[in-house]
């Protein structure tokens, strides 16, 4: 994927979802998305990232609210390509930042001054809607997925499904997906050593296959646009072997 990309996913009616495709500038850090919604006067933004790319993408999302409120920041888990820079966020910001409840003691450690404290807000396990100017955003559980406390943005108004970790693809080229099966090669090894196992897959596929989604769009790579893309996911996922799955793999002799 190339650097420094803002890409519209969605545009109509005053609601917009961008995707600010990757502001590492290469090197070892991983290559991580950062997603923008914008729904009337007030803006969400997915999982922020880490302090190295903290000024362009605060850049970049003022560029693209044009005046509306950057009022909350999601983080899907705990992990530092997420939360690493909350504070310098909600230093600059107004904005107050909803993770999961496991993780508000630890999020902290990463640096978060006092004063913003208690603008760290808790998800509680079985997810929570958050209303952003009259845009109802559900937050989905995705636990062990990989986190033990792990979340997904769904927009009713977009159709778009933010799947953080879930979905994630290293070194593909491009930003969407137009051949799952040849995508498999940049997912597969990703998905069988960071999620927990099929059981949390297929509970994670029973929850969402209820929602009506047009977009897939991972924390890292490729986005998949279009239901029959989805729907290939979907099934993929159901039928992943991950994780404790192969637990016994890791004991075994040297």
């Not at 420094?4 to 917009?16: V, Y």
């Not at 997915?46 to 970049?60: F, N, T, W």
């Not at 924390?219 to 099934?235: I, N, P, S, T, Y």
């Amino acid at each position: 994927m190339s650097n420094n990309e803002t890409l519209s996913l969605f545009d109509a009616e005053g609601h917009k979802n961008v995707l600010l495709e990757d502001f590492t500038k290469g090197g070892l850090a991983v290559q991580a998305n950062q997603h923008l919604i914008v729904h009337g006067k007030a803006g969400m933004l997915l999982d922020p990232g880490g302090h190295k790319v903290y000024s362009r993408v605060l850049s970049a999302t003022m560029q693209q609210l044009r005046g509306a409120k950057l009022q909350y920041l999601f983080l899907s888990h705990q992990d530092p390509d997420i939360v690493a820079a909350t504070n310098g966020w909600l230093m600059t910001t107004d904005a107050v930042a909803y993770c999961s409840a496991l993780w508000t003691r630890f999020v902290p450690h990463f640096g978060l001054d006092r004063l913003v404290e208690t603008r760290l807000l808790p998800i509680p396990d079985h997810g929570m809607t958050i209303d952003l100017d009259g845009c109802p955003l559900q937050i989905v559980p995705a636990h062990y997925l990989h986190s033990p406390g792990n979340f997904h943005v769904y927009d009713p108004i977009s159709k778009i499904l933010y799947s953080g970790d879930l979905g994630a693809s290293i070194g593909a080229p491009g930003w969407e997906v137009t051949d799952f099966e040849a995508h498999r090669a940049y997912m597969d090894g990703f998905h069988r050593r960071y999620m927990a196992g099929n059981a949390a897959m297929r509970a994670w596929v029973r929850a969402v296959s209820q929602l009506d989604i047009e977009t897939i769009a991972p924390q890292h790579g490729c986005v998949f646009k279009g239901k029959a893309l989805v729907e290939q996911f979907l099934r993929w996922a159901e039928s992943f072997q991950c994780g404790l799955d192969f637990v016994d793999e890791f004991y075994g002799s040297r």
